[in-house]
């Protein structure tokens, strides 16, 4: 009994990610999209930037990844992702504590100025009183 892997037209990759899924480098992605390789693959444009977007089912059928791969690439790929999520979210922590500290020596000192001129205040008052 022979099982096949269902392979969805929505599971897609960037061109980068298809690269490091296939273990080949991203100009041969870059040559076999030029090949029309990917019939499926599409330029997708968020914001300023272009991605393509390449369904796994045109790399099995194209033979850059076998059709028992692809849950692995998935999970894999999910690794990956979550993995640079976590790295920009570290670095974006740092960013901030470093921010905080700053801001946090910026009010440090508001208060000394505050309670230098409240003292200088004091000390006229009661000079004006006597």
Same mark, same amino acid.
């Given at each position: 009994?022979t099982?096949?892997?269902?392979?969805?037209?929505s599971?897609?990759?960037t061109?980068?990610?298809?690269?490091t899924l296939?273990?080949?480098?991203?100009?041969?992605i870059?040559?076999? @999209?030029r !090949? $029309?390789?990917?019939?499926? #693959?599409?330029m997708?444009t968020?914001?300023?930037l272009?991605?393509w =977007?390449i369904?796994a089912?045109?790399?099995?059928a194209a033979?850059? @990844?076998? !059709? $028992?791969?692809v849950?692995a #690439?998935?999970e894999?790929?999910e690794d990956?992702?979550?993995?640079e =999520?976590t790295?920009a979210?570290?670095?974006?922590?740092?960013?901030?504590?470093?921010e905080l500290?700053?801001?946090? #020596?910026?009010?440090g000192?508001r208060?000394?100025?505050?309670a230098?001129?409240?003292?200088?205040?004091?000390v006229?008052?009661?000079?004006v009183?006597s």
């Open positions: 009994m099982t096949t892997t269902k392979i969805s037209q599971e897609v990759f061109r980068s990610e298809a690269a296939c273990g080949v480098s991203e100009d041969t870059k040559r076999d @999209l !090949a $029309d390789k990917y019939p499926n #693959a599409k997708v968020c914001g300023k272009e991605r =977007q369904p089912c045109d790399l099995v033979g850059r @990844l076998g !059709a $028992d791969q849950s #690439a998935r894999h790929l990956l992702r979550l993995v =999520q790295r979210l570290t670095e974006r922590v740092r960013e901030l504590e470093t500290a700053v801001w946090q #020596a910026r009010a000192e208060e000394n100025l505050i230098a001129l409240t003292n200088g205040a004091v006229r008052s009661a000079a009183a």
